[in-house]
């Protein structure tokens, strides 16, 4: 068992954090200025782009993607790729989608490569790879306890040669941008089917008739720049050509759509924690209180050794996650996927905690990143399942070794 990258993969992660070190962290504070400039906290600035153009000429583009297809040939393997996303998440705002490997569209674009039509991947697809526009994923609702994917009651009614979609849906990140063109849409087509056999997914564009964004939802009063959004759905009415997979397949689909995608997350988490932990030790060795530095205060010292202990494991785990799913598959590496995604957002959180302490006033501030890091990362304990969800799958699958 090794989690060293290959060569390849070793290659890669130099060139990431020569594009971090030389043109990403640099950016920032132009990104901050042209939005501010937009006006628009849903706005696209121009600095988005030209990171774009940069990481595609370094052959920093859709590493995301594990799957050799026309678009792309030449895969990273999921163990490559969580070294590279734990870099990228060090400035999630900005380096991810600079690599076109931002959440929802990495998830959607494995979904249409894996399940979707020709005709669907030549309109949708091949967009996405290529940056040109944006998705969201529709699967969350405001009147049932989505963390429980069957309980969804969106309907998806077939009428002649179309689909008829009547429901609701919140937190659908993505769909406030004006560069989001589609939804990949989760809802029941048959009520009386087995439990699993219920849902199926569909594609809506988001300039369908009778779809409304009724407003975006804000996280502790930050709004995101592509969204938290809640959906209207009435009378919406697609072609029966823009089902994913067939009827009743939904479920299954959005079980292959997790996996991949909680290893994109607990590594940038990772990344996020790694920052933190950087920007604490550069305040507590410039800060004095009762006369001595903060670095040499005890109880700051044991934030640090926590922070690089905590963080050490986390990794060790995704990465073993991750190795999993290279050389078993997502259903062999099931309960470590379940068990990274406990653990590398509440990791993450711990440290962003300390480091907001160790900032003081500054750290709750905008100021620093340290508050929206924070947003972001308690965010993610529900996002793609939440805590009790996973915990729950872990002990089922650990006292299954007890029973007769």
């Known amino acids: 068992m090794s989690f060293e990258p290959s060569e390849r993969g070793a290659a890669l992660r130099a060139e990431l954090l020569d594009f971090m070190e030389s043109r990403v962290y640099p950016a920032e504070p132009v990104y901050e200025e042209q939005m501010a400039a937009l006006g628009d906290p849903h706005g696209h600035p121009q ?14 583009w859709n ?4 799957h050799r297809t026309e678009w792309t040939p030449d895969p990273v393997s999921n163990l490559d790729y969580a070294h590279l996303a734990e870099i990228s998440g060090r400035a999630m705002h900005l380096a991810p989608e600079a690599m076109n490997c931002s959440a929802p569209d990495t998830g959607n674009m494995e979904v249409l490569t894996l399940f979707g039509t020709p005709e669907q991947q030549e309109r949708w697809l091949v967009p996405l790879l290529q940056g040109e526009i944006r998705s969201a994923f529709a699967m969350t609702e405001p009147d049932v306890a989505s963390s429980d994917a069957t309980n969804i009651q969106l309907r ?7 689909y008829v979609l009547n429901g609701r849906k919140w937190w659908i990140s ?10 990949i849409v989760m809802g029941k087509t048959n009520p009386d089917a087995p439990r699993h056999l219920q849902q199926s997914m569909i594609l809506v ?9 009724v407003r975006d939802l804000p996280v502790f009063g930050y709004q995101d720049r592509e969204g938290h959004c809640e959906l209207r759905f009435e009378d919406v009415r697609v072609p029966v050509s823009n089902l994913i ?9 959005a079980q292959a759509r997790l996996g991949p995608g909680r290893i994109h997350h607990c590594m940038r988490c990772i990344g996020v924690a790694e920052r933190a932990l950087e920007l604490m030790c550069r305040r507590v060795t410039k800060r004095v209180a009762f006369g001595r530095p903060l670095a040499q205060q005890g109880v700051i010292r044991e934030w640090i050794a926590d922070s690089r202990i905590e963080i050490e494991q986390a990794r060790l785990l995704t990465l073993k996650a991750a190795w999993l799913m290279d050389t078993v598959g997502a259903k062999g590496a099931a309960i470590e996927i379940s ?12 440290v962003v905690d300390r480091a907001i302490q160790a ?7 905008d100021d620093f990143p340290l508050a929206r890091m924070y947003a972001g990362l308690r965010t993610l304990r529900f996002a793609d399942g939440p805590d009790e969800v996973h915990r729950r799958q872990v002990a089922r699958t650990e006292l299954a070794r007890y029973e007769d």
């Open 174 to 183: 993505g769909a406030a941008s004006a560069r989001c063109k589609v939804l």
């Open 339 to 350: 068990a990274i995604k406990v653990v590398a957002p509440n990791t993450a959180l711990r």
């Open 245 to 253: 997979g067939e009827e009743g397949s939904g479920f299954a689909i």
């Open 47 to 60: 600095v988005i782009e030209d990171l774009k153009a940069e990481a595609r000429r370094r052959g920093l």
């Open 359 to 365: 900032h003081g006033g500054g750290g709750v501030s």
């Open 156 to 162: 998806i009614e077939r009428d002649g040669d179309e």
């Open 63 to 66: 590493l995301f993607m594990p």
């Open 205 to 213: 564009p988001m300039d369908a008739p009778g779809l409304t964004v």
